[in-house]
């Protein structure tokens, strides 16, 4: 009888790229900045502070997308409409850092470092640009909107969206059957096995980059609340000193005066409460023994 033979079609892009970044995948959801944010421990400092990033790592992403949209290594992935995230990102500026957000948002070494990476892909090897958006506007369209209900929560953004346009595709009806498009999208690209690992191998670099950018914002935040500290020290001593400086030297004594003799005033009450204390207990103590 003979064997049936091993299916040996080529395994799907998105599945392959879906395999090969379940690891490095979750160490980027551990990552402690991303932890926090999944547990509503977000700051509106930590969340103005990603989105500057998030702002120039589309920019820099959507200008190579531009760059190489007739290019049959990614036209088929071509989407402005429904996924281009710059101008929606822009309002979101408007909003965080006011109307002149391009002179004040921060602009971080590893979102520069992000940055830097898209254009060598866009201008030296646009093949693996497929790799970046797989990362990206799949990663918004489904853990995206579990962010952005947190953030809209724990920030007490208004309910209307404002802040949030980021996350929001208002030219995509359904998430799900927009991803099952994409995907097969990219499973008609043509690749020779060696592009292929390439394209994998930068989905996995894609991932690094965000864990890399999540560690220096987390560090950023901890360095600011260390900062702040002695500056809370230093307003609480300027607070006591000028208590202090308030009380003349005759009060001084006359205030201690009046706490002992209010502090003995009291002691016989505060004796009574106690030894009343003791008795209840000792009798709640008996009936639960019975």
């Known amino acids: 009888m003979e064997r049936p033979q091993p299916d040996s079609r080529p395994e799907d892009l ?23 944010f999944q547990k509503g421990q977000v700051t509106r400092e930590g969340f103005k502070l990603v989105m500057a990033s998030l702002y120039h790592i589309y920019a820099a992403l959507e200008e190579e997308i531009e760059r190489n949209k007739q290019n049959p ?27 002149h957000w391009q002179e004040t948002i921060p602009y ?19 093949e693996l640009l497929v790799a970046h958006t797989y990362t990206r506007y799949l990663g918004d369209l489904s853990g995206g909107q579990v962010l952005k209900k947190i953030a809209q929560k724990s920030l007490a953004l208004p309910g209307s969206g404002e802040g949030l346009a980021f996350f929001t595709f208002p030219n995509i009806d359904n998430a799900t059957k927009f991803k099952q498009l994409y995907r097969a999208r990219m499973n008609t690209l043509e690749m020779t ?12 670099t894609a991932f690094l980059l965000n864990i890399e950018l999540f ?16 500056s809370q020290m230093e307003r609480l001593r300027q607070r006591s000193g000028s208590l202090v400086q308030g009380t003349t030297p005759e009060e001084i004594p006359r205030e201690k005066s009046r ?3 209010t502090s003995s005033s009291q002691a016989p009450f505060l004796r009574w409460v106690l ?14 023994a019975m």
């Open 14 to 36: 998105s599945e392959t790229l879906k395999e090969a970044t379940k690891e490095v995948h979750t160490q980027a959801e551990n990552v402690e900045f991303m932890r926090n």
């Open 73 to 99: 290594v990614y036209a088929p992935l071509y989407f402005p409409e429904e996924l281009h995230r710059k101008a929606a990102l822009e309002q979101d500026m408007a909003f965080w850092y006011g109307p």
């Open 108 to 126: 971080t070494p590893a979102t520069q470092h992000y940055v830097r990476h898209l254009h060598e892909v866009g201008h030296t090897h646009p």
């Open 193 to 204: 096995p060696e592009v292929k690992h390439r394209v994998t191998e930068e989905a996995k």
């Open 215 to 230: 560690e220096e914002l987390q560090g950023l935040l901890t360095q600011d609340h260390k900062d702040q500290i002695p």
């Open 259 to 261: 706490i002992s003799s």
């Open 275 to 288: 030894t009343l204390s003791f008795l209840m207990a000792t009798v709640a103590v008996g009936i639960y």
